[in-house]
Nanobody, 124 residues
Framework: QVQLIESGGGLVQAGDSLRLSCTASGRTFSTYAIGWFRRGPGKEREFVAS????????NYADAVKGRFTVSRDNAKNAAYLQLNNLKPEDTAVYYC?????????????????WGQGTQVTVSS
């Protein structure tokens, strides 16, 4: 069992940056793949980025590739999502999710544990 808490969201202007954190409880964080997802206003939840258990491989949605960076620090039981050059269309609630397994995973249904989300709002 793992509990996830996201933080770091806020209201920013287009072109600004934010760093989201996902802090986990439990001693098995280092064995979990981490995914980041978002749900914009009136939209379906969508995949943003994911990283495997040791940070060796990661994957990004095309919409954020080159602007967002996912990372993790297993010693701190934390994962991060660096959001650069934010756009109004990035406005959403951002969620982190976790699951066991050696790879990264891009589908929400593949994840077992979810945080409560953190709001990111980007004004034009």
């Amino acid at each position: 069992q793992v509990q996830l808490i996201e933080s770091g969201g806020g209201l920013v202007q287009a072109g600004d940056s934010l760093r989201l954190s996902c802090t986990a409880s439990g001693r098995t964080f280092s064995t979990y793949a981490i995914g980041w997802f978002r749900r914009g206003p009136g939209k379906e939840r969508e995949f943003v980025a994911s990283i495997n258990w040791n940070g060796g491989i990661s994957n990004y949605a095309d919409a954020v590739k080159g602007r967002f960076t996912v990372s993790r620090d297993n010693a701190k039981n934390a994962a991060y999502l660096q959001l650069n050059n934010l756009k109004p269309e990035d406005t959403a609630v951002y969620y982190c999710a976790a699951r066991g397994g050696p790879y990264y995973y891009t589908k929400g249904e593949e994840y077992d544990y979810w945080g409560q989300g953190t709001q990111v709002t980007v004004s034009s």
